[in-house]
């Protein structure tokens, strides 16, 4: 039974560059979240989705980040133009119906 | 505003020993809190949660004690082992009618020695 899946694991790019960071979570889940990791700032939810629909973006840091979920068994997490304070560890997690959230591997960016 | 707060940042202790990892809440208004363990390189796994309408609950090794009163719960793990160290993240969520939203504390580091 797989998980959540995310890719890249490992990213390196330079400042500018678009970031696309992608996300398949577990089948039959309805919600999926997308989180930060940072030393300074622990673990911060940028938005989540229900039922393929955005619900809360509040934690997104500014208009150069955005996700999309196009159906239930993706998602996807942009970066344009991205910056050297963007490097993190960026996870996918999915749940269904309950509070049980499940989380993927991760992806680690680092943006030169 | 950090809604949760985690202490202490680091723990270490002998095999066998009980680290006691604490958490206070602000918002009454959280119904569930987990506790996520998080290996180097790994994603966050759900460990074990409770609900505020009760005080202890236990798995295995694992035991969350809650005090609602107080605002405040806290992680035990007995007869810690090698293989316990880790950073653990307590968590609080509510749900909003459509999934539920964690708020995370800051992690604690174990570290179990020989």
């Known amino acids: 039974d797989a998980g959540v899946i995310q890719s890249p694991r490992h990213e390196v790019t330079e400042m500018g560059q678009e970031v696309t960071l992608r996300c398949k979570p577990i089948s039959g889940h309805n919600s999926l979240f997308w989180y930060r990791q940072t030393m300074m700032r622990g673990l911060e939810l940028l938005i989540y989705f229900n039922n393929n629909v955005p619900i809360d973006d509040s934690g997104m840091p500014e208009d150069r980040f955005s996700a999309k979920m196009p159906n239930a068994s993706f998602s996807t997490l942009k970066i344009q133009p991205s910056e050297p304070r963007d490097s993190a560890v960026y996870f996918c997690?999915?749940?269904?119906?309950?509070?049980?959230?499940?989380f993927g591997p991760g992806t680690r960016l680092t943006v030169t | 505003q950090q809604q949760v707060k985690q202490s202490p940042q680091s723990l270490i202790v002998q095999k066998g020993g009980i680290p006691i990892i604490n958490c206070a809440y602000e918002?009454?208004?959280?119904?569930?809190f987990p506790w996520y363990q998080q290996f180097p390189g790994k994603g966050p796994a759900l460990l074990i949660a409770?609900?505020?309408?009760?005080s202890e609950k236990k798995e295995g090794r694992f035991t969350i004690s809650f005090n609602k009163s107080a605002k405040q719960f806290s992680l035990h793990i007995m007869d810690s082992q090698p293989g316990d160290s880790a950073t653990y993240f307590c968590?609080?969520?509510?749900?909003?009618?459509?999934?539920?939203?964690?708020?995370f504390g800051t992690g604690t580091r174990l570290q179990v020695t020989l």
């Open positions: 409770i609900r505020p309408d009760v």
């Open positions: 997690a999915s749940s269904f119906r309950n509070y049980e959230q499940y």
């Open positions: 918002n009454t208004a959280f119904d569930y």
């Open positions: 968590a609080a969520s509510r749900y909003t009618g459509t999934a539920s939203k964690l708020t």
